[in-house]
């Protein structure tokens, strides 16, 4: 069955660095766009990056550009997301989705920024 695991989430202080991943795994990766979205606390699903099927496109949501940096492996079957410069504001759940009619999306990994 379809499945996306994200990693890579945890504690850093504002100003630090994390980078995320998701591995995919039941479908053919290298056939699907896929994202970044995530939630606040006490908010809806935002989204915040995504990447092209070859990985030569990309687009940012206006608060990420410039610090994140979305990236895939085809031959791997995963999603990074190399996040630079952290702000208390980007502190969710961070979930890797793909671009497909059913957005499925993995279970998530907490990211927090906070001194």
């Known amino acids: 069955q379809v499945q996306l695991v994200e990693s890579g989430g945890g504690l850093v202080q504002p100003g630090g660095s994390l980078r995320l991943s998701c591995i995919a795994s039941g479908f053919t990766f290298s056939s699907f766009a896929m994202s970044w979205v995530r939630q606040a606390p006490g908010k809806g699903l935002q989204w915040v990056s995504d990447i092209s099927r070859g990985g030569d496109s990309t687009n940012y949501a206006d608060s990420v550009r410039g610090r994140f940096t979305i990236s895939r492996d085809n031959a791997k079957n995963t999603l990074y997301l190399q996040m630079n410069s952290l702000k208390s504001e980007d502190t969710a759940v961070y979930y890797c989705?793909?671009?497909?009619?059913?957005?499925?999306r993995g279970q998530g990994t907490q990211v927090t920024v906070s001194s």
């Open positions: 989705r793909r671009n497909s009619a059913d957005g499925v």
